[in-house]
């Protein structure tokens, strides 16, 4: 189990039983009986120096919720979002997905002169989303030479070098395959984007970076990614596009 430095936000009549180890802890509130858990719940970040540091992450109206102290050494969270109506809404790998080899992709930002270069999807998975250029490996590829290649093919440019900063896995529980996305930084490149038949490049400024027109799950870890960290994380999606939950965590090596 990953060590998790947050905080949870949660009526000023819970209670929240908990020791230094990781372990269950029940939350009980005066209105429990009556009213039930709250069906809103969100983590976000607290400050990883504090040594008592813990999350509860809720679903729905369960009663036991994990915690854990976090690892002063690691940049790790996790975001929980539970909507009255998905509170039975599945948040970890079900059994087919446990024994499904992942699909490996690549994705490719380029960031130069204090922007990054992000290409409008004009077709197919991800219409209507910037994002950075990729696709899938294809059989006799390294994950890197693919990466090369859909980068040239979507924006018409060659990297000059390319460095791996992060792995994240996507959950999705209408589809049972998760995806395994390698995420490359291209300093260098050759040639002048333009245009193709799957992407529209453009340059933005770090303070411009378009989150609300993105994935969901970019705003979380593209700021570790801009300030040069290694980093995996996993994403749980329902219906595609809606994010339910995530974890996060710098990594010296990948």
């Not at 790998?93 to 409008?120: C, D, H, Q, R, S």
């Not at 950075?132 to 994950?143: A, L, M, Y």
């Not at 992060?166 to 050759?190: A, K, R, S």
Request: aromatic letters at 10%; glycine letters at 8%; charged letters at 25%.
């Amino acid at each position: 189990m990953r060590n998790l430095g947050l905080v949870i936000s949660l009526p000023a009549n819970s209670i929240v039983v908990t020791n230094s180890l990781c372990q269950f802890a029940e939350l009980k509130t005066k209105k429990e009986k009556k009213k039930g858990f709250p069906t809103n719940i969100a983590a976000t970040r607290e400050n990883h120096s504090s040594p008592t540091s813990s999350l509860v992450a809720a679903a729905g109206r369960r009663k036991h919720f994990i915690v854990s102290r976090p690892n002063p050494r690691s940049l790790s969270f996790l975001h929980v979002s539970v909507s009255p109506s998905a509170k039975d809404m599945q948040i970890q790998p079900n059994e087919a997905e446990k024994t499904m080899k992942p699909k490996v992709l690549t994705l490719v930002i380029i960031e130069k002169e204090g922007k990054v270069l992000l290409g409008m999807k004009k077709r197919g998975f991800g219409q209507g989303y910037y994002n950075g250029f990729g696709g899938k490996v294809e059989t006799g590829e390294t994950v890197e030479e693919a990466a090369a290649r859909e980068l040239e093919e979507e924006a018409g440019v060659v990297a000059v070098s390319m460095e791996k900063r992060g792995i994240l896995t996507f959950h999705f529980d209408d589809n049972p395959q998760p995806w395994e996305v390698h995420v490359y930084h291209v300093p260098d490149f050759v040639g002048e984007p333009c245009e193709s038949e799957e992407m529209a490049p453009g340059w933005f400024s770090y303070a411009d970076i378009p989150y609300d027109q993105m994935w969901q799950d970019d705003q979380y870890w593209y700021p570790e990614f801009l300030q040069g960290r290694r980093f995996r994380g996993e994403f749980y999606f329902h219906n595609t596009h809606t994010l339910v939950s995530h974890s996060l965590q710098s990594v010296a090596q990948l």
